[in-house]
């Protein structure tokens, strides 16, 4: 089974910066896919960014491009979101998921961590 578990949220000043991280266990580095997802407050759950188990590329949604980063340590069970240049709009709970189609996974199933909250705030 696996299991996701965020940390590194906080609040921080717009422009600011967060490294936000997520433990994985029961993670298959060679099959599942795993991302940054986000949901602010009354807004729907939106994809942020992926990292891919076939080649370790990344993607981004257009609103953080140029200024996040997703990357893994050496075994790849722990993923990584960099935030630099922060904006009130990047506020939510952030969660890390496997196997979701945001990131190229078509079916069922895939899993969740529980979430981090960002606030930035002007």
């Known amino acids: 089974q696996v299991q996701l578990v965020e940390s590194g949220g906080g609040l921080v000043q717009s422009g600011g910066s967060l490294r936000l991280s997520c433990a994985a266990s029961g993670f298959t580095v060679d099959y599942d896919n795993i991302g940054w997802f986000r949901q602010a407050p009354g807004k729907e759950r939106e994809g942020v960014s992926c990292?891919?188990?076939?080649?370790?590329?990344?993607l981004y949604a257009d609103s953080v491009k140029g200024r996040f980063t997703i990357s893994r340590d050496s075994t790849g069970r722990t993923l990584y979101l960099q935030m630099n240049n922060l904006k009130p709009a990047d506020t939510g709970v952030y969660y890390c998921?496997?196997?979701?189609?945001?990131?190229?996974?078509?079916?069922?199933?895939?899993?969740w961590g529980q979430g981090t909250q960002v606030t930035i705030v002007p």
């Open positions: 998921a496997t196997d979701q189609p945001f990131c190229g996974y078509i079916g069922p199933g895939g899993s």
């Open positions: 990292i891919m188990n076939s080649d370790g590329s990344s």
